[in-house]
């Protein structure tokens, strides 16, 4: 199972990749040569996946090799560069051309969410194709949260009461909602916690 869903992130990646640097891509710009060492307890970390995040706020995911390297050229200018493993992320705003190191560290619990009186929870109903999702719900909407930890450095902003949405009459008499989740925030969960965000994702309702 896990070798196959290793695959499929694989391919979904490359492609993303591949579709990100030609999009931007000039012939007469000049390209800046990247080589990123993605590392664990100051060993280098086999098969990492790494995220270059830019300034015009776009990314570009790549996987390491065996040797925890991966290279890039970019004409764009760079924010930073992300990485990720099973269990493991880390960030580095270096943006020299050349050899660029980044330590991954186990990744943090997530902040504790407020419980309020007269709550209900309910997991997310399906997931589009694009790894949109909707919700079924009772009650009075009150807001979303995720039960994972998301790091500070992903590209937009990583609290889902601020990501795009619109209620739904799909459920009637129930209640519904649709939350477009950002693809980055699906790469990141898919590969770090090895599962998909829909499956962290929470709406709570008030009666």
């Avoid at 020299?96 to 997310?124: H, R």
């Avoid at 459920?171 to 950002?182: E, H, I, Q, T």
Wanted: some cysteine; glycine content about 8%; proline content about 5%.
């Amino acid at each position: 199972m896990f070798l196959l869903m290793g695959l499929a992130i694989t391919l979904m990646l490359t492609g993303c990749s591949q579709v990100d640097e030609q999009s931007v891509a000039g012939p007469s710009s000049q390209k800046v040569a990247y080589e990123i060492w993605v590392t664990y307890n100051s060993q280098s970390l086999a098969d990492a996946y790494v995220i270059a995040v830019f300034q015009d706020d776009t990314d570009t995911l790549l996987k390491c090799n065996a040797s925890g390297f991966v290279s890039l050229e970019s004409q764009k200018p760079l924010r930073g560069f992300g990485a990720m493993n099973l269990g493991l992320s880390g960030f580095t705003s270096s943006t020299e051309p050349g050899v660029i190191a980044i330590s991954v560290e186990v990744v943090p619990e997530p902040d504790t969410t407020p419980v309020a009186l007269s709550t209900y929870y309910f997991g997310v109903y399906d997931t589009d194709g694009n790894g949109d999702v909707r919700f079924r719900y009772l009650y009075n909407f009150s807001y979303y949260y995720c039960s994972v930890y998301l790091p500070w450095w992903l590209l937009g902003d990583k609290n889902p009461n601020h990501w795009d949405g619109w209620d739904l009459t799909d459920f009637l008499p129930w209640n519904g909602k649709k939350l477009l989740v950002p693809q980055t925030y699906q790469y990141y969960c898919q590969v770090v916690y090895g599962f998909s965000i829909s499956n962290a994702l929470i709406l709570v309702s008030t009666s």
